[in-house]
């Protein structure tokens, strides 16, 4: 497709287990960021990859919380042990780099409950 | 800590009306700024965004930027019901992109 893709697009899970998320980002879109939404409330930086430079990782909320990418491609992000708390809907993003900040073009999401 | 503030609203206006939304932030480098609507249940869209001191219009819309006051704001003229959304503020500074809690805005028929 020519979008953003998120998978799962729903996922319910228990106290304790782990979880995986998936982004295939545009095709060409250098720049790849995830972001967390709980519930009526804001976007919560994670992590931001951009080419083959170390990510930024200053957001991620936990040693729980990790996330990888494979050159332009693909992006997973891990949570461990997850809790309550990790409930929310984790969104994410990719852009063209021209040389600075392009326009944000996100996935539909993955909407994580912790029961 | 870099800090993007938006009041949270909700805003609500009649229809036709000019909706205000207001945004700071706390890192003065920062480059570019950015608005995005957001509709119930739906991810983020890009409306404009804007690099210079000054005004930016885009149809009924126009950024606003101060830079020496780190306010960037964002006016929509002649407000329509289909303009009720979260509207989400965003500031980028050396690969960070970061976003507030974005103002709930309700245009009212």
């Known amino acids: 497709g020519a979008g953003v893709s998120q998978s799962p697009s729903n996922k319910v899970t228990e106290k304790g287990k782990d979880v995986e998320l998936r982004c295939d980002p545009i095709?060409?879109?250098?720049?790849l960021y995830w972001y967390r939404q709980r519930l009526g409330q804001g976007l919560e930086f994670l992590i931001y990859f951009q080419g083959n430079s170390a990510p930024d990782k200053s957001g991620l909320p936990s040693d729980r919380f990790s996330a990888e990418r494979t050159g332009e491609s693909v992006s997973t992000l891990t949570i461990q042990r997850t809790q309550q708390e990790d409930s929310a809907v984790y969104l994410c993003?990719?852009?063209?780099?021209?040389?600075?900040?392009?326009?944000?073009?996100f996935g539909e999401g993955s909407r994580l409950t912790v029961l | 800590q870099k800090e993007v503030e938006q009041n949270s609203g909700p805003l609500s206006v009649p229809e036709g009306a000019i909706a205000s939304l207001n945004c700071t932030y706390s890192?003065?480098?920062?480059?570019?700024f950015f608005w995005y609507r957001q509709y119930s249940g739906k991810s983020p869209e890009l409306i404009m965004f804007i690099y210079s001191n000054g005004d930016k219009e885009d149809g009924r819309f126009t950024a606003q930027l101060n830079k020496a006051s780190q306010y960037v704001s964002l006016l929509i003229r002649d407000s329509q019901p289909s303009d009720s959304a979260t509207y989400l503020c965003?500031?980028?500074?050396?690969?960070?992109?970061?976003f507030g809690a974005g103002t709930r805005l309700t245009v009212k028929p």
């Open positions: 965003a500031v980028y500074n050396n690969n960070d992109m970061r």
């Open positions: 890192d003065r480098g920062s480059q570019s």
């Open positions: 993003a990719s852009s063209r780099w021209t040389g600075g900040p392009g326009e944000l073009f």
């Open positions: 095709s060409g879109h250098t720049a």
